[in-house]
């Protein structure tokens, strides 16, 4: 069976997260009803990494298996028209080897984090941003991220629910990017980079460091956190909805 590679873009906000679920949408299961459109049977896609609710999706990666050879630009433009009107998009299809496989043949994930800093209401990122109502030392809080950088156990930073084997991973970047905004409010980005994450790894970052740029926290107190293997110590874990899976490395990008 030809087996091709998908890069998928998505709005997380209608959807109870990437995983097929029975009676709720999903991500994977808009794309699954799509492909069935195409290939009447029954479909099971695999993903680089499975997104909560509520998260988006810039550049996430899945593989489908078909039954005939597609060309690949057909079958990116026969998926967005059967997905339509779910905010799903396939930006880029590619055939790859029946080896190949878009969760176990990857290298890092990448995300994304929005976080803005505005008093007023945000009409129109609504649902794409985390927004607080008050001010946050950037600077504090890249170094309270620089704590976390390297392998570590992340026991304090893993959800309870978190079915890993294993809470050690390895950070390989937590980068806080100021960014300028035309409304004069601040927003930051927040750059992760790993070969992959523990559940709401991501979100335990941004959340406690959050608090340090508030100053409530001191960067020191990341790296006690760190240490202490306590979920208790965490602090805050943000919202889901200024998270965006951003990119999945592999050794032959197949999109290129």
């Known amino acids: 069976m030809p087996r091709y590679a998908m890069k998928?873009?998505?709005?997380?906000?209608?959807?109870?997260?990437?995983?097929?679920?029975?009676?709720v949408p999903s991500v994977q299961g808009a794309i699954e009803s799509a492909l069935a459109k195409l290939e009447p049977r029954d479909h099971t896609i695999a993903a680089a990494g499975r997104t909560d609710a509520g998260v988006h999706g810039l550049a996430q990666v899945a593989h489908c298996d078909m039954d005939k050879v597609w060309d690949p630009f057909r079958l990116s433009e026969a998926l967005n028209f059967h997905l339509k009107p779910a905010p799903v998009s396939i930006v880029a299809c590619a055939p790859v080897t029946d080896e190949w496989h878009a969760r176990f043949s990857a290298v890092?994930?990448?995300?994304?984090?929005?976080?803005v800093c505005r008093r007023a209401p945000l009409v129109l990122e609504t649902g794409k941003v985390w927004q607080i109502g008050h001010v946050l030392d950037g600077d504090a809080m890249q170094a309270g991220a620089d704590r976390l950088l390297g392998r570590h156990d992340f026991t304090t930073f893993r959800s309870s629910i978190c079915q890993a084997d294993s809470p050690l991973r390895t950070l390989d970047e937590l980068r806080v990017e100021p960014i300028a905004r035309q409304d004069g409010a601040q927003e930051f980005h927040f750059h992760v980079r790993a070969r992959s994450f523990l559940h709401n790894q991501v979100r335990s970052f941004v959340g406690t460091l959050e608090r340090v740029g508030a100053g409530a926290w001191t960067p020191d107190d990341v790296e006690t956190a760190l240490k202490s293997c306590d979920r208790a110590a965490c602090g805050p874990v943000c919202p889901p909805q200024g998270l965006y899976l951003a990119g999945v490395g592999y050794p032959d990008d197949p999109f290129v």
């Open 108 to 115: 890092e994930r990448r995300y994304l984090f929005r976080l």
């Open 8 to 23: 998928i873009e998505y709005d997380g906000a209608p959807f109870s997260g990437w995983q097929r679920q029975k009676d």
